[in-house]
Structures are given as C-alpha cells and as structure tokens.
C-alpha cells in the first residue's frame, strides 16, 4: 500500500505514507471508526501509530485503507 514502515520491537507499527499526509488518513480512519494514533508534534507529524490487534481488526484497518488510498 506505499507505506515506509519503521522497525518495531513493539506491539505497534510508526507508518507513514509516500503520497496522502499522516493527518489525512488519520482523519478518514476515524470517520470509519478505527482508532489510530496521530502525533502533531515535528519530526513525526508524519507518521501514524497502528497498534496490531486481532485479525479481523487488521483486516478492517487494511480494508478502509485501501479504500482511502483509491
């Protein structure tokens, strides 16, 4: 889906996209109800944190997303 995704070590994925901005998915994710973190701090105002749940809610997270990125 054109994401860079920083190594983690942890329960959660710091993504951002190379061509829609971190806040703009953010924000259409939430109208879809699925819960995101976004930091509007420098330095990572452009990534998005996606805390890894079940495997219906990653499908769900990869499904609105692929409808976003459309």
């Known amino acids: 889906l054109s994401f860079e995704c920083l190594d983690s070590k942890t329960n959660f994925l710091f ?40 495997p219906e809610e990653i499908n769900s997270v990869i499904s609105a997303l692929k409808n976003i990125l459309k």
Do not use: Q
């Open 15 to 54: 993504v951002k996209h190379n061509s829609i901005d971190a806040k703009t998915i953010f924000n259409k994710l939430r109208e879809n109800n699925i819960l995101v973190r976004y930091f509007d701090k420098p330095r990572i105002n452009e990534y998005l944190r996606i805390t890894i749940g079940t």
